[in-house]
């Protein structure tokens, strides 16, 4: 079983930044593929990012250029750096994991999940 816990939401003006944390316990993840989604107010979850046990990372459109997602093995912890932000990146962020190789933007994929945390971005 693995637990992940988010932290680092916020409310920030447009143009500004946040850098949120997944922090998973339960297990090491080193072969356990990350994501990040969004769920917006009265929107369904939408796919982020997603990092490979390897490092290899794919970004939704949306975000691509703005966020960048890491992850750090040694401290079982995944990050996503947020610059540029806009009022339209206003949503719970969760992050996922699931064990194996590659990565998914598909959250179906996803066997585990936080609890979610809130950012909300300011015109």
């Known amino acids: 079983q693995v637990q992940l816990l988010e932290s680092g939401g916020g409310l920030v003006q447009a143009g500004g930044s946040l850098r949120l944390s997944c922090a998973a316990s339960?297990?090491?993840?080193?072969?356990?593929?990350l994501g990040w989604f969004r769920q917006a107010p009265g929107k369904g979850r939408e796919f982020v990012a997603t990092?490979?046990?390897?490092?290899?990372?794919y970004y939704a459109d949306s975000v691509k250029g703005r966020f960048t997602i890491s992850r750090d093995n040694t401290k079982n912890t995944a990050y996503l750096q947020m610059n540029s932000l806009k009022p339209e990146d206003t949503a719970v962020y969760y992050c996922?994991?699931?064990?194996?190789?590659?990565?998914?933007?598909?959250?179906?994929?996803?066997?585990?999940w936080g609890q979610g945390t809130q950012v909300t971005v300011s015109s």
């Open positions: 996922a994991t699931r064990r194996g190789l590659g990565y998914d933007t598909n959250s179906s994929k996803y066997d585990y």
């Open positions: 990092i490979s046990w390897s490092g290899i990372k």
């Open positions: 339960g297990r090491t993840f080193i072969d356990y593929v």
